[in-house]
């Protein structure tokens, strides 16, 4: 499962790239608003094919805010750096609400180990930050795809996002998240040069059935009490924010949706 839903401002026009003589890909460069106070811009390139791009191509400028739906995360770990391939394009207002939705689904690659600060850590205001590494099926072209993730949570939470990633989480295990994209910016404290990180931070989480044992029986390493009311974890939700340095904003809550017919697609 890969699933995008973004809210972004172009900072370049659209370009027609041919990939050979007869096919073209419609690639624009834009900006994620950060999604928190100490949090940066996330640079996304967004690359589209067919009529949906030609019609970005034809209309859309340097400087307008778009909303994507139904394009996939790529991410490249050389380059560290994310796009998304395919989605619906629709241009938006200032008002319209940021989304930043991402939602994905595979495997695990690593059981997290609590000795490791960079796997797992509990800072001075009582936050426990837990980083697991996710595989996504990709195209059989395009291979898979590995996202880093982050889950925070406080002791008083009531639903455990660290704790249930380095708990439940191994080696192998189905995983699927509904989470944001952060990047987090830092000074080199070597070299004075800005570094930056992008990862998925996880909001909410589905953990797959363990492997039937030896008895042929599914044995779970948690019980619910009788009485106690199961409640699904899965809350629909959007986020809000600002862009960065532009002196544009975005106001949640306007209301407006796709299917608006003040809302057109380019």
């Known amino acids: 499962m890969n699933f995008v839903e ?11 790239v041919f990939i050979d003589s007869e096919r073209c890909v419609y690639r624009v460069n834009t900006l994620l608003p950060a999604a928190g106070a100490k949090k940066a811009p996330t640079p996304l390139e967004i690359n589209l094919w067919g009529e949906s ?31 998304i391939n395919g989605g619906t394009i629709c241009p938006v207002t200032e008002s319209f609400p940021i989304f930043n939705t991402v ?3 595979g495997q695990c690659i690593k059981r997290i180990d609590p000795e490791n600060v960079r796997e797992c ?26 996202f880093n993730l982050v889950a925070i949570n406080r002791t008083e939470d009531r ?16 995983l699927t998240i509904h989470g944001k994209l952060v990047t987090s910016e830092w000074s080199d404290s070597e070299s004075g040069a800005t570094r930056s990180k992008t990862e998925v931070q996880v909001k ?20 619910i009490s009788n009485g106690e009311e199961v409640k699904p974890l899965w809350n629909a939700g959007g986020n809000s924010g600002a862009w960065s340095n532009t002196g544009v904003s975005a ?3 306007s209301g407006m949706s796709a299917d608006d017919p003040d809302y057109p697609p380019f």
């Open 159 to 174: 639903v455990q996002l660290a704790r249930l990633l380095m708990d439940y989480t191994y080696k192998g295990s189905g």
């Open 53 to 83: 791009g030609r019609r970005m191509h034809a209309n859309a400028k340097e400087g307008d805010l778009v909303l994507l739906q139904g394009g996939k995360l790529k991410h490249d770990l050389q380059e560290r750096r994310h796009w």
């Open 204 to 223: 909410e989480i589905t953990l797959a059935p363990k492997p039937k044992t030896e008895d042929n029986s599914i044995k779970p390493k948690n019980s």
């Open 121 to 146: 850590k509990t800072t001075k205001d009582g936050l426990m930050i837990v980083n697991q590494s996710l595989s996504v099926r990709g195209s059989s072209r395009d291979g898979n795809d590995l």
């Open 251 to 253: 106001a949640a809550g």
């Open 6 to 16: 973004v809210t972004v401002k172009l900072i370049e026009n659209p370009r027609e």
């Open 103 to 105: 939602i994905l689904g």
